[in-house]
């Protein structure tokens, strides 16, 4: 079994931060890429930013870029997401979101957390 926990999430005022972690666990072999999607109500869930565990090169929505930083920790199997300048419109339920190799097949899989509610107020 591959388990994605997130955790992080919560109410934070305009111009705030926080901070999202997600820790992976289970039986994987190897992840290729880590990343965060958001889906706000009444819309299709969307990226927000992916890292590739090989090079650390990561990749950002126009939206958030300048204002999230994705990082993570190979040693811990975690990704973050730094999120700075938070606007409303940031107000979704984000997911983690992996690439990863399981144990049990020679291929790439994708995995989903569960989604950590961040809401943003005026």
Do not use: H
């Amino acid at each position: 079994q591959v388990q994605l926990v997130e955790s992080g999430g919560g109410l934070v005022q305009a111009g705030g931060s926080l901070r999202l972690s997600c820790t992976t666990s289970g039986s994987i072999l190897s992840i290729g890429t880590m990343g965060w999607f958001r889906q706000a109500p009444g819309k299709q869930r969307e990226l927000v930013a992916t890292i590739t565990t090989s090079s650390g090169s990561p990749t950002y929505a126009d939206s958030v870029k300048g204002r999230f930083t994705i990082s993570m920790d190979n040693a811990k199997n975690t990704v973050y997401l730094q999120m700075n300048s938070l606007k409303p419109e940031d107000t979704a339920v984000y997911y983690c979101n992996i690439n990863a190799r399981p144990q049990w097949y020679s291929g790439f899989q994708t995995y989903w957390g569960q989604g950590t509610l961040v809401t943003v107020s005026e």
